[in-house]
């Protein structure tokens, strides 16, 4: 049982790059999140999800788009990478008996725009 | 518009003393307040969480209080140890989603 795992873990882009982060989770959780965390500001949520097929906007989702095609996989992209958006981010699950209760973290992919 | 504000920005603590932070929010359709912990490199992980018909709730060192009226909560992590030494955030969950506080960086030297 792997959990939450997050691919790459590290990325190096170039401003008006393109990208995908991709999630995936084996616990067979209905719900689905991606944040960005920057220094002295906390976890932010970008978009998330709450089943297979469906996505909604977070806190912060300018400039990010995601997709949701099959329940395990939560995939988060950025169409042109700007310097704004160098960032550790993080993917997150919950079961649906607790909606957003408690979140299964991945280990994050640290971003850098150049 | 920050929705969960969070106390102080950073701790330090003698081994064996008392790490307290504290959280306050503004949304009253919050409905349940998890802290996580997160260490250097790795992602937030969940040490305890209270809803808000509870006044306190206590899982071994750690003890969440909770003041339903004043719309603040707080931890306090008793006899800290150097492994306590990581990033602290409180949250409050509303509409399937969590808002987080800014975190707490906590050093506990030995």
């Known amino acids: 049982n792997a959990g939450v795992t997050q691919t790459p873990k590290f990325r190096v882009l170039k401003t008006g790059q393109s990208m995908t982060l991709l999630c995936a989770q084996d616990?067979?959780?209905?719900?689905m999140y991606w944040y960005r965390q920057d220094p002295g500001m906390g976890l932010r949520l970008i978009h998330y999800s709450v089943g297979e097929g469906t996505t909604a906007k977070g806190e912060v989702p300018d400039g990010y788009n995601v997709s949701r095609l099959k329940k395990q996989n939560f995939l988060l992209g950025l169409e042109s990478a700007a310097p704004s958006q160098t960032s550790v981010y993080f993917c997150a699950s919950s079961q649906t008996s607790v909606p957003a209760g408690e979140q299964y973290f991945g280990p994050g992919t640290r971003l850098t725009v150049t | 518009q920050q929705q969960v504000k969070q106390s102080p920005q950073s701790l330090i603590v003698q081994k064996g003393g008392i790490s307290i932070i504290n959280c306050a929010y503004e949304n009253t359709a919050f409905d349940y307040f998890p802290w996580y912990q997160q260490f250097p490199g790795k992602g937030p992980a969940l040490l305890i969480a209270?809803?808000?018909?509870?006044s306190e709730k206590k899982e071994g060192r750690f003890t969440i209080s909770f003041n339903k009226s004043a719309k603040q909560f707080s931890s306090h992590i008793m006899d800290s140890q150097p492994g306590d030494s990581a990033t602290y955030f409180c949250?409050?969950?509303?509409?399937?989603?969590?808002?987080f506080g800014k975190g707490t960086l906590l050093t506990v030297n030995p």
């Open positions: 616990m067979n959780h209905e719900y």
């Open positions: 209270i809803r808000p018909d509870v």
């Open positions: 949250a409050a969950r509303g509409n399937y989603k969590l808002t």
